[in-house]
C-alpha cells in the first residue's frame, strides 16, 4: 500500500505553500485568507532516489470547538484524512505557539501517528533560530523551514522519507524505462497466473505509474532478479469493464493478450497442466511467434499431475521407455545368447521415476 502523509496545522501557517513546494507544482491555492483549503487536496509523489512513493494531502486550516459549519466540515474532512495518514506533517509559525496549535497538537498525540513539527516561515537565520523553541513540543521530528525562502524544504523531504521506512512503508511506483526486459504472463482465466505473478514476486513488487496516452489493460510491475529489472505485464488483473458483454469477452480478452504480446519481450504462456493446450494457448503460440517474441511454456498446477495415480510423469514415461529398451536387449541378448554370439556390453540401468510429492 501506498504511504500517506497529510499536512495539517491551523489556518494561515503556510500548509497549501509547503504542499506546493514539496509536490513542485502550484496545485493548492495560497492566501493570507484564512481558511482558504476547504477539501483535502492530492498529490502523488515519487522521491526515485530514495525509492519510495507516497500520497502527499494538503488540508484545510483545523479549528477546534467552533460551530460554525464549514469550519467543522473542514475538521471532519482532516480528521479523517490524519485517520488514513501514516506520518502528519504538524506546521507551526516560527514564532509562537497559539493555543489552537496546543489543541491541535493534543488531538495529534491523541491519534498516535507519527508527527513531524514543521516550523515554517523562518526565512532568515534568526528566525531560525527562534524557531527552536518550538522543538520542545516532543514530537517524533522537528524541521524549520521558509517555504518563501527554500530553507530546510530538503531536510523535510528527508525526514518524511525517514519516517515511512521506518514504519516498514516502502512502497515504489516504479518508472519505465525502455531498456527493461518485458515479460508478459499470458493464458486463460483461473490457469494461476496471478498465483504465479506473486509468487515470483513476493513483496519485492512495484508497480508502475500509467504513462499519459497510453492505453493499458494489463497492470505493469518491475521486479528485481539478480540486480536487473524486468516489466511483468500482467494480463491477470484486469477485471472486464462493464461495457464488455459475456459475448464478447472471449474477444475482448484475445485483444488483450495481443496487445500484451506486442508490448513484451518475451511471453510465458500459462497453461493449467490438468487441462493441457487449448486453441487460445495455441494462438498466442502463434502470435508471438509472428511478432518473434521470446516464448516460455508455463505447465502451472503440476502438483494435480502428480496426484492422479493413472497418468505417468514425463519422468515415469521416461523410465518405463527405458525399462522397455532394457528388456528388449535382454530378449536379444537372451537370443543372441543362445545362438552362441560374443555378449554385447549390457545398457545403462533406467533412470529411477520421479519422486512423487507427498
Ligand atoms: N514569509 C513567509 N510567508 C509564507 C511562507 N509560507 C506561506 N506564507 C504565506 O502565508 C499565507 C498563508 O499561506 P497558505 O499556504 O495559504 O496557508 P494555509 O495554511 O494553507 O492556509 P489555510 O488553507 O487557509 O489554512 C500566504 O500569504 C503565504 O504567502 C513562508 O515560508 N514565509
Ligand atoms: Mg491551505
Keep these: 500500500m501506498i504511504a500517506r502523509i497529510t499536512i495539517v496545522g491551523r489556518p494561515n501557517v503556510g500548509k497549501s505553500s509547503l504542499f506546493n513546494v514539496l509536490s513542485g507544482h502550484k496545485i493548492a491555492i495560497v492566501s493570507d485568507i484564512e481558511n482558504t483549503t476547504r477539501d483535502i487536496v492530492e498529490y502523488q509523489m515519487h522521491d526515485p532516489e530514495n525509492h519510495i512513493s507516497y500520497i502527499l494531502a494538503d488540508s484545510g486550516g ?19 484524512s490524519i485517520s488514513r495518514s501514516d506520518l502528519i506533517l504538524f506546521v507551526l509559525e516560527y514564532d509562537r505557539l497559539t493555543a489552537l496549535d496546543e489543541e491541535i497538537a493534543k488531538l495529534l498525540r491523541k ?43 530538503d531536510i523535510l523531504k528527508l525526514a518524511m522519507v525517514h519516517s515511512l521506512k521506518e514504519q516498514g512503508l516502502s512502497y515504489e511506483e516504479a518508472i519505465y524505462d525502455d531498456g527493461m526486459l518485458k515479460l508478459a504472463i499470458i493464458g486463460r482465466p483461473n490457469v494461476g497466473k496471478s498465483s504465479l505473478i506473486n509468487a515470483l514476486t513476493g513483496t519485492n513488487r512495484a508497480m508502475v505509474r500509467d504513462m499519459p496516452g497510453t492505453t493499458r489493460d494489463s497492470i505493469d510491475s518491475i521486479v528485481e532478479w539478480n540486480g536487473e529489472k524486468i516489466v511483468l505485464i500482467d494480463t491477470a488483473g484486469i477485471r472486464r469493464s462493464g461495457k464488455i458483454g459475456s459475448a464478447n469477452l472471449e474477444q475482448w480478452s484475445v485483444m488483450r493478450s495481443e496487445r500484451s504480446i506486442t508490448r513484451a519481450d518475451l511471453v510465458a504462456i500459462v497453461i493449467d497442466a ?36 493413472t497418468v505417468q510423469t514425463l519422468e515415469e ?18 537370443k543372441s545368447k543362445a545362438r552362441g554370439n560374443k555378449l554385447p556390453p549390457l545398457p545403462e540401468s533406467p533412470i529411477k521415476p520421479h519422486n512423487r510429492a507427498p
Excluded at 479549528?63 to 482532516?78: M, P
Excluded at 531560525?128 to 527554500?150: K, W
Design 317 to 334: 514415461r521416461e523410465a518405463q521407455r527405458q525399462a522397455d529398451k532394457a528388456k528388449s536387449e535382454t530378449e536379444k541378448l537372451a
Design 62 to 80: 483545523l479549528t477546534i470547538g467552533s460551530d460554525d459549519e464549514i469550519l467543522s466540515d473542514i475538521r471532519n474532512r482532516v480528521q479523517e
Design 274 to 309: 490438468d487441462e493441457g493446450i487449448t486453441s487460445q494457448d495455441k494462438h498466442v503460440v502463434e502470435r508471438a511467434l509472428e511478432e518473434k517474441k521470446g516464448i516460455i511454456l508455463v505447465c502451472n498446477k503440476w502438483d494435480k499431475i502428480l496426484a492422479r495415480p
Design 111 to 153: 491519534s498516535g501517528k507519527k508527527v513531524i513539527v514543521v516550523a515554517n516561515k523562518a526565512d532568515n537565520i534568526e528566525r531560525m533560530n527562534e524557531a527552536y523553541a518550538l522543538a520542545s513540543l516532543g514530537f517524533d521530528d522537528f524541521v524549520i523551514t521558509s517555504t518563501a525562502h527554500d530553507r530546510g524544504l
